[in-house]
């Protein structure tokens, strides 16, 4: 059975920071590409940051240089760090978790239940 367990939302004041852990279970995770989601009401869901099995990042443009998503394969877990948040970070994170093997023909897919982060005065 495969979970995606995500922690570490809250509300928080502008400017202030939160680690969102991703633990995950029942995958292979070392050849999973992580990836962290959000969802703000009315809006698309949009990959804020991903991470390959490689260590490759990237960023959605609008949180370039305040985020920095991190994992560590022995301990089957990507992180969120979530530095200067302002009232627009606020949303629903998803932790996705994503492989697509083109040998075998191959693709998998899971996510958690989110986690909220409210960043307000």
């Known amino acids: 059975q495969v979970q995606l367990v995500e922690s570490g939302g809250g509300l928080v004041q502008p400017g202030g920071s939160l680690r969102l852990s991703c633990e995950a279970s029942g995958i292979a995770f070392t050849f999973y590409k992580m990836a962290w989601y959000r969802q703000a009401p009315g809006k698309q869901r949009e990959a804020v940051a991903t991470?390959?099995?490689?260590?490759?990042?990237n960023y959605v443009d609008s949180v370039k240089d305040r985020f920095t998503i991190s994992r560590v394969d022995t301990k089957r877990t990507a992180f969120l760090q979530m530095n200067n948040l302002k009232p627009e970070d606020t949303a629903v994170y998803y932790c996705?978790?994503?492989?697509?093997?083109?040998?075998?023909?191959?693709?998998?897919?899971?996510w958690g239940q989110g986690t909220q982060v409210t960043v307000s005065s």
């Open positions: 991470i390959s099995n490689s260590g490759i990042t």
């Open positions: 996705n978790a994503a492989f697509d093997d083109s040998c075998l023909g191959a693709k998998y897919e899971y």
